[in-house]
């Protein structure tokens, strides 16, 4: 959150709400108040410059500035890959014996998984398909929270680009119902990069990568890696 005093403006007087009022934020951005309230609303376009702008203003990294300018010019509808395709990167999960990894679709819903997630997290076929998140599935197994987090916001991504898709809504409700401890992370509406958080897998260090292997966000692979030993010294 911008603070006013942080960017020169008095800090003093009465405010309904903490942070940057929309005229302040717009006067900074260089733009009106109408046009600003405009774009809030979608009801204007924006360059992209004027979209950096804004995000300067708000102070949003990379990941929050490309979030800021999908939001205004959203991509085109996700569209699911082959089944051919789906099952040869299913095969690949397959190839990681030791690695916890699932296949996610836009949703973050859970495709497929291998043998190392079902020991570490359960077999999401254990539960009724609604259910099977990969948000929700952690939650259920108590992941950490250093893994928890980082899902949560690219769900939260996931949930302003999709906004009106109903299963998005199903998702959130069953969060909120199932794991009202994810509601604090919900409603700050906090994004970023996923990164590469480490957290603790059966005793052990590990690192969460989320890959893209189409170049595409319609799918993805969330893979746990223990790091790789050190080789011995000799001599």
């Known amino acids: 959150m911008v603070e006013p005093a942080s960017v020169g403006l008095p800090a003093g007087g009465r405010r309904r709400i903490q942070g940057l009022r929309r005229e302040e934020l717009a006067s900074l951005a260089g733009v009106s108040l109408t046009w600003y309230t405009g774009l809030e609303q979608g009801r204007v376009t924006a360059s992209a410059q004027v979209l950096d702008a804004v995000g300067r203003v708000l102070r949003l990294d990379e990941v929050g500035r490309r979030h800021l300018r999908r939001l205004v010019a959203p991509e085109p509808p996700a569209i699911a890959p082959p089944g051919e395709h789906l099952r040869g990167l299913a095969g690949l999960l397959d190839s990681w014996p030791a690695s916890p990894a699932a296949l996610l679709d836009h949703h973050l819903d859970i495709v497929a998984t291998n043998a190392a997630w079902a ?40 949930a302003d680009l999709h906004a009106g898709d109903p299963r998005i809504a199903e998702i959130g409700a069953l969060l909120r119902a199932d794991h009202p401890a994810l509601d604090l992370v919900w409603d700050c509406r906090g994004i970023g990069a996923f990164g590469h958080p480490t957290f603790d897998l059966v005793g052990e260090p590990a690192a969460a990568h989320l890959l893209h292997p189409t170049g595409r966000p319609e799918i993805a692979v969330l893979v746990a890696a223990r790091p790789r030993p050190r080789p011995h010294r000799t001599g």
């Open 119 to 158: 020991r570490a997290w359960g077999d999401p076929a254990g539960h009724e398909p609604a259910r099977r998140h990969v948000l929700w599935l952690l939650a259920a197994a108590s992941a950490p929270a250093e893994l928890l987090l980082p899902v949560a916001r690219q769900f939260r991504m996931a």
